[in-house]
């Protein structure tokens, strides 16, 4: 498998909206698949729901906590769906009273923003409405969901992966990128 060189710390502290990287220098911890993490979901769908109301345009599940069997660092990943991304001011103010804080800020990749969860370990990635990149996740997820070889695969990969030693969590996910995209090019896309 060959691996796309890893983010600099000069990138990785510049999507930073503090400025600072988290430094791992550690292994990934992953855990066996938990079948509390779709209740999870939900509780912090409804939550996202109450407090953004119609500027909801989507919201899904994603990433590996929402595929059963499949290993994952113990984190729910979420995708939201707003009119502008780039508009903060029309959701981040919200979102921060409900707990959440935003720490990622991309403008040069889809205008991704990245909050954290207020009680529960969740990533909530924020893009554009018929952004392509919210396609991608929710095709992955469900190739997974119903291909027991790409999910065996892609369970392997992770388990290989994580033993390493990371200085930053983005370099073990830049890591999965050249079996992310095999298996996307099965699944469609």
């Known amino acids: 498998m060959t691996e796309p060189p890893p983010k600099s710390d000069q990138e990785i502290a510049a999507a930073r909206v503090d400025g600072t990287p988290e430094l791992l220098d550690a ?14 979901y939900k509780r912090e769908a409804k939550r996202i729901r109450r407090v953004l109301g119609d500027r909801v345009l989507l919201l899904e599940h994603v990433g590996s906590t929402s595929v059963p069997q499949l290993v994952a660092k113990p984190r729910i990943d979420i995708v939201l769906a707003v009119v502008a991304s780039r508009d903060e001011d029309r959701y981040v103010p919200l979102l921060e009273a409900a707990g959440y804080q935003l720490r990622i800020r991309e403008p040069d990749w889809f205008e991704h923003r990245l909050l954290t969860g207020p009680h529960t370990d969740v990533n909530l990635h924020v893009f554009s409405d018929g952004c392509p ?10 190739h997974l969901r119903s291909n027991e070889t790409d999910r065996l695969l892609y369970d392997r990969t992770k388990r290989e992966l994580a033993v390493r030693t990371w200085r930053y969590v983005q370099h073990y996910a830049d890591a999965k990128t050249s079996v ?10």
């Not at 992310?180 to 896309?189: K, N, Q, S, T």
Request: proline share 9%; no cysteine; aromatic share 8%.
């Open 180 to 189: 992310v995209d095999e298996i996307m090019g099965r699944a469609g896309g």
């Open 27 to 40: 292994p990934i911890t992953l855990v066996e698949y938990d079948p509390a993490w779709p209740s999870l």
């Open 133 to 142: 990149e919210i396609e991608r996740m929710i095709r992955f997820r469900d």
